[in-house]
Nanobody
Framework: QVQLVESGGGLVQPGGSLRLSCAPS????????MAWYRQAPGNQRELVAL??????DYADFAKERFKISRRRAENTMYLQMNDLKSEDTAVYYC???????????????WGQGTQVTVSS
């Protein structure tokens, strides 16, 4: 069973930076569109950024401070977060369309989430 595994979360002071990573836990045939979402307590899950074959799209709050990237060879996605603010505190989730084998249809997967806490 393939899972998406996130890492890189933690506690950081306001103005600091973190880099999140996400990759499938096992062997897959291909990974398509990948995205980062976040969910703060009491709030709905919201899109942070997504990356696809044509480029990347960002939520307004992320455009100036966050950068999404991926290394296709390892099917790994990153989210570089700079100038973090207290309102960025949330659980950050990885999401991706994954083909397990060449014969399969793509399935959408979620990671288990990684906590990002911005506090002094």
């Amino acid at each position: 069973q393939v899972q998406l595994v996130e890492s890189g979360g933690g506690l950081v002071q306001p103005g600091g930076s973190l880099r999140l990573s996400c990759a499938p836990s096992g062997s897959v045939w291909s990974v398509g569109q990948m995205a980062w979402y976040r969910q703060a307590p009491g709030n709905q899950r919201e899109l942070v950024a997504l990356i696809h074959h044509s480029g990347a799209d960002y939520a307004d709050f992320a455009k100036e401070r966050f950068k999404i990237s991926r290394r296709r060879a390892e099917n790994t996605m990153y989210l570089q977060m700079n100038d973090l603010k207290s309102e960025d505190t949330a659980v950050y989730y990885c999401n991706a369309d994954v083909w397990l084998t060449e014969r399969d249809s793509a399935r959408n997967y979620w990671g288990q989430g990684t906590q990002v806490t911005v506090s002094s």
